[in-house]
């Protein structure tokens, strides 16, 4: 996020008190300092400029609830979306039924060229593709 604003912070409050199960969460944290000294081709992630990252933990125990759940998240994550930057970060996706390369462009950005070259030479058959995957390149 770039900022903190009223707004965001209503939304945060009101994702917060309207969450579907007491696992779930909305987590803010705040950035910046030494995070953001590092440049944005030193490593894997790009993105190292905002001040604040938003997070939704969609957990709940009841398989039953499992669409009012993934819907809560979504819709949240759609409410947050004006705040972002487009840049996500992958630890928090989340995506247990969308395609292991969501998110994968928006996360390394022009880091990702160089990441699949690594991939290639590490990992050539793409054995490790269960998360957000960098498919090898060349």
Do not use: C, Q
Not at 22 to 33: A, E, F, K, S, Y
Not at 90 to 116: E, H, K, M, P
């Amino acid at each position: 996020m770039t900022e903190l604003s009223d707004e965001a912070i209503e939304t945060f409050a009101r994702a917060a008190a309207t969450r579907p199960a007491p696992l779930t969460i909305v987590n803010l944290w705040h950035m910046g300092g030494a995070i953001s000294d590092v440049g944005p081709e030193d490593t894997a992630f790009a993105e190292r400029s905002s001040p604040f990252m938003m997070s939704i933990d969609g957990n709940w125990s009841d398989s039953d609830t499992d669409a009012e759940g993934k819907a809560w998240v979504r819709s949240t994550a759609a409410d947050f979306a004006r705040y972002g930057t487009g840049s996500g970060y992958l630890n928090f996706t989340g995506l247990d039924d969308d395609d292991a390369r969501t998110g994968v462009d928006s996360a390394f950005g022009r880091n990702l060229a160089r990441l699949a070259a690594v991939k290639h030479t590490y990992d050539p058959d793409n054995l490790f593709r269960r998360t957000n995957n960098i498919v090898p390149g060349r």
